[in-house]
Nanobody, 124 residues
């Protein structure tokens, strides 16, 4: 079983950048497929980005495509979400999650393990 801990959330101005990190422990990190989700106040949790087989196998929500980049460092047991050109509508709690199979990466139900979340607020 893997434990996930997110960090890097902050208050940032519109147009700014931020990098979120998610450190994994307690499992074989390289065997998990990783994803990021977010949940804004009063809204349902939504898919943001996911990694599949290979570093180039990425999947992004249309709302973040071209602005966010997901990556991982297996040597550090960490997955990242680099966010740029941030908008107020990106404000949410961001969660990383791990799934065992490379299927339905956009569905929250595909993920067995979740972190506790980190708050990102985009405001001037």
């Amino acid at each position: 079983q893997v434990q996930l801990v997110e960090s890097g959330g902050a208050l940032v101005q519109p147009g700014g950048s931020l990098r979120l990190s998610c450190a994994a422990s307690g499992g074989t990190f390289s065997s998990y497929f990783m994803g990021w989700f977010r949940q804004a106040p009063g809204k349902e949790r939504e898919f943001v980005a996911a990694l599949g087989w290979g570093a180039s196998n990425t999947n992004y929500a249309d709302s973040v495509k071209g602005r966010f980049t997901i990556s991982r460092d297996n040597a550090k047991n960490t997955v990242y979400l680099q966010m740029s050109s941030l908008k107020p509508e990106d404000t949410a709690v961001y969660y990383c999650a791990a799934r065992l199979g490379d299927f339905y990466p956009r569905r929250a139900e595909s993920y067995a393990y979740w972190g506790q979340g980190t708050q990102v607020t985009v405001s001037s």
